[in-house]
């Protein structure tokens, strides 16, 4: 089946047990964020559960979504940790 190129896509940062940082994609942050916490997402975060979900930003389409993952790999764990808290900043309400 092929996927439609608008289909909303995110690029998600983990929390790992270990304080480790992941960062994936995905179309569904619920079941994607279930499968790292058993195990069955990727080798990485296997050994490192549970994971916490602590940034998401949506990208409009895969490629979009695989650009933007690689961008936030090659930032510094210290970089990683200034774009969560800043998402905590602009996402707080009222």
Do not use: F
Not at 16 to 32: E, F, M, V
Not at 51 to 68: H, M, N, T, W
């Amino acid at each position: 089946m092929a996927r439609s190129p608008t289909r909303t896509w995110y690029v998600y940062i983990l929390r790992c047990a270990d304080g480790s940082l992941y960062t994936g994609i995905t179309t569904d942050l619920t079941r994607r964020t279930r499968q790292h916490n058993e195990g069955t997402a990727s080798r990485y975060t296997r050994s490192r559960r549970p994971v916490k979900l602590v940034y998401q930003e949506r990208q409009r389409g895969q490629s979009a979504a695989l650009k933007r993952e690689a961008a936030i790999k090659k930032l510094t764990r210290r970089q990683k940790l200034g774009l969560i808290r800043a998402n905590r900043r602009s996402s707080r309400c009222c």
